[in-house]
Each structure stands twice: as structure tokens, then as C-alpha cells.
């Protein structure tokens, strides 16, 4: 994209931010078929962030004052080889839905960084996906549940090497 162009558009989007900006937006779930019906790359936005919130609460609980050392161990659960790790793993319990949201998102089109593969960019991505989905729709305890095991998962393969 243009420098031009990502200027314009991001004109654009404070003008809509400023008219949002007076109604409410209290957090409210969503019907699953809304959720579906929408843009799997910004379910993965979504699910980024829930998750990289739940690590840095697990990752704090354990008292280190070192930034340095939080942020280090933070990156490696949140890394696009590890979540893509995760997926692979928790495929197998996704739910139908679940599933549809991760098959579209791996699909996407997105760019692809060089710090990792294609298919670890878009697996993590898919992750992501899920767990945005999950939290759009109010469905916390099955967010929780996977946040938890991909967490687990994701523990013991820094420990292992």
C-alpha cells in the first residue's frame, strides 16, 4: 500500500471512529451466524489480542520485575510457530464451527513475514481466528479452555527444547 493511500484510509477511519465515538459500545456477544458471516482476518485480530492478554496475566502471576524477561517468554507463546504448534494439536476438539473459522482464515490472504513459514503464519492466524470467534460470540468458557490447553501445549515445548 501507498503511503498516499494508507494515509487516506487512515483519515478515514478516525472520521468513523469520531462518529462511534457517541454511541455505546458496551461489550455485547453475538449470534454464531453473525460471527461466521464475518472477516476471519480481524477474528484473528480479536483472538490476538485476547490471547496475547491471557498470557501476559499468566506470564505476570509469576512475580518477575524483569520486563525484559516477561516480554521474551511472552513472544514465545505468542509466536506464529507456537500458536501454529497449538492448532495442530487442538484441531482435533474444535468444534464445527470452529473449524469453518479456522479453514477461512488459513485461507485468507495475508502477508506472510519473514520471522516464519506460510504455514505457521496461517496456522497461527486460523488460531487466532477461533479464539476471536469465541470471544465475539460470549462463548468464555470455551475460550478459556483453549487458552488454557494452548497454553500447556505451548509450556511444554519450551521446556522440552
Known amino acids: 500500500m501507498k503511503?498516499?493511500?494508507f494515509q487516506f484510509l487512515k483519515q478515514e477511519a478516525i472520521k468513523k471512529l469520531i462518529l462511534l465515538d457517541t454511541e455505546d459500545h458496551s461489550f455485547v456477544s453475538k449470534p454464531a451466524s453473525e460471527v461466521l458471516a464475518s472477516d476471519a482476518v480481524m477474528l484473528a485480530y480479536i483472538g490476538d489480542a485476547v490471547y496475547s492478554m491471557y498470557i501476559r496475566q499468566r506470564v505476570v502471576e509469576m512475580s518477575i520485575s524483569k520486563v525484559?524477561?516477561?516480554h521474551t517468554l511472552v513472544t514465545e507463546f505468542i509466536?506464529?510457530?507456537?500458536?501454529?504448534?497449538?492448532?495442530e494439536q487442538l484441531e482435533s476438539i474444535l468444534t464445527e464451527d470452529e473449524h469453518t473459522i479456522a479453514r477461512r482464515a488459513r485461507n485468507s490472504n495475508v502477508n506472510v513475514p519473514k520471522s516464519s513459514s506460510v504455514r505457521e503464519y496461517r496456522n497461527s492466524t486460523a488460531f487466532e481466528a477461533v479464539l476471536g470467534f469465541l470471544y465475539e460470540t460470549g462463548q468464555q468458557d470455551r475460550l478459556n479452555e483453549l487458552m488454557k490447553e494452548a497454553y500447556s501445549i505451548t509450556l511444554?515445548?519450551?521446556?522440552h527444547g
Open 3 to 5: 503511503f498516499k493511500q
Open 68 to 70: 525484559q524477561v516477561l
Open 79 to 87: 509466536c506464529a510457530k507456537s500458536q501454529s504448534k497449538v492448532l
Open 156 to 159: 511444554r515445548g519450551l521446556s
